[in-house]
Structure formats: structure tokens, C-alpha cells
């Protein structure tokens, strides 16, 4: 989870596999991403957006595939580039 410019995590790395949001909801059979690369993406487009990341990642549909910045968030993580959602 980010907070602004913070990753939270429990975990003894960053650098541990997930899923994209994407292939969780079976849409399509994609290998997997690093959760440091996702989250990094989250962190870029806070520092883009400010205070107002909060508000347009909720109207976007918040925790879901159908959010653009959790699409963008792991095409970053996918190819190094595409953290911007739009």
C-alpha cells in the first residue's frame, strides 16, 4: 500500500511476485510483476497529482482492474514505463 511518497509493507522485501489486477480477474494470462514496481508507480503518480491522487484514484473505482491508475501502476511494473494514467 502507498501512502503518498511511503510503500507499506509487512513483508521482508519489496521485491516479491504478484499478480497484475488484470490477471487476478482472469481477463488475461500475463506473467507476474514485482509489488516494489507497482507500488514505485503509485508513489510517481502522487508526486504527480498531490493531494488530489486520493480523490481521482477513488472515482476512478478505487481497488479494482477497472482503475486506471492500478492498470497504469502495473504496466509500469510490467515494461518500466506507463505509470501515468492517462
Request: charged share 15%.
Given at each position: 500500500?502507498?501512502?503518498?511518497?511511503?510503500?507499506?509493507?509487512?513483508?521482508?522485501?519489496?521485491?516479491?511476485?504478484?499478480s497484475t489486477y488484470a490477471h487476478r480477474a482472469g481477463l488475461c494470462v500475463?506473467?507476474?510483476?514485482?509489488?516494489?514496481?507497482?507500488?514505485?508507480?503509485?508513489?510517481?503518480?502522487y508526486m504527480a497529482l498531490g493531494p488530489l491522487f486520493l480523490p481521482l484514484y477513488f472515482l476512478c473505482g478505487g481497488i479494482s482492474v477497472r482503475n486506471r491508475f492500478e492498470?497504469?501502476?502495473?504496466?509500469y511494473a510490467q515494461t518500466g514505463r506507463g505509470w501515468w494514467p492517462w
Amino acid at each position: 500500500m502507498t501512502l503518498g511518497n511511503v510503500i507499506l509493507h509487512t513483508g521482508d522485501s519489496l521485491d516479491v511476485a504478484c499478480s497484475t489486477y488484470a490477471h487476478r480477474a482472469g481477463l488475461c494470462v500475463e506473467a507476474g510483476i514485482q509489488l516494489g514496481d507497482h507500488e514505485r508507480a503509485h508513489v510517481y503518480q502522487y508526486m504527480a497529482l498531490g493531494p488530489l491522487f486520493l480523490p481521482l484514484y477513488f472515482l476512478c473505482g478505487g481497488i479494482s482492474v477497472r482503475n486506471r491508475f492500478e492498470r497504469a501502476a502495473d504496466r509500469y511494473a510490467q515494461t518500466g514505463r506507463g505509470w501515468w494514467p492517462w
